[in-house]
């Protein structure tokens, strides 16, 4: 029993020690010459610091602020809340939650961005829709870098459709996203927007996703958009125009 206290008050002083370090001494060692991440402007003891900006290669992140919680390192995970923002106006936030394997669990997470700023990072085809897009979710599984699991909802305001001049104001649309058999499923329609959408997007384990939608005019439909659906071919018996694109995602 002594012994199982004294362990306790031990590990508890060390953890002490590594948390109040200097993140500005620990970090650049941790991350290593190898890892390909430079850090930037570190400031802040390692419990609760700041990075002005990271750059991973890919991507790249700015005004980093983090709060470790300690108590999580006891039992060889490491759970922390994160806020940061992208040169091109992304901000997000959450929490971050790793143990000792390669999967990322993010609880609580918001994120708020445009579908420009998404196009690199995803390596995704031309999108002639423009917007802002915010999101919300109760929990996010990566293994590695590919989303594995996913529960939270995704909204695409002040859309506008990019190919017409001046371009034309589309309104809003929004997804809910579930897991099924291993399978992420985003199931997505517009909110009375001025093109009737629905449909969904399907994420394979292995990064494959595929896009299953339907669009269709209505009423208020700007005419460059109406032309542009013309150019997906025919229409069914409903007047919807079938919308297919499938991908992998960047390991």
Known sequence: MRWSIILVVSGSFLLGLICSAPAAKVLP???????GIQAYE???????????????????????????????LLRARFSADVEAASPGG??????????????????????STSVDAL???????????????????ESLRLQGRVPVAAKGQLRLGNAQWALSRPPADLGDFAADIQTQDQVIISTFQDQ???LAVNGELRLEPDGAYALNAKLKARADTP???????????????????????SGQLPQ
Do not use: C
């Open 29 to 35: 060692r941790a991350l290593g010459p190898g890892s």
């Open 42 to 72: 570190i400031s802040g003891p390692l419990l609760g610091g700041h990075i002005g900006y990271l750059d991973t290669g890919r991507l790249q992140l700015e005004n980093i602020k983090w709060r470790i919680r300690p108590w999580m």
């Open 90 to 111: 992304a901000k997000l936030a959450g929490r971050v939650n790793k143990g000792l394997g390669s999967t990322t669990l993010l609880t609580d997470l918001r994120l």
């Open 119 to 137: 196009k690199p990072l995803l390596r995704l085809p031309f999108v002639p829709i423009t917007g802002q897009i915010s999101a919300e979710f």
């Open 192 to 194: 009375a927007a001025k």
């Open 223 to 245: 005419a460059a958009v109406n032309n542009n659906l013309k150019t997906l071919g025919r229409t069914d018996r409903e007047g919807w125009y079938s919308l297919k694109y």
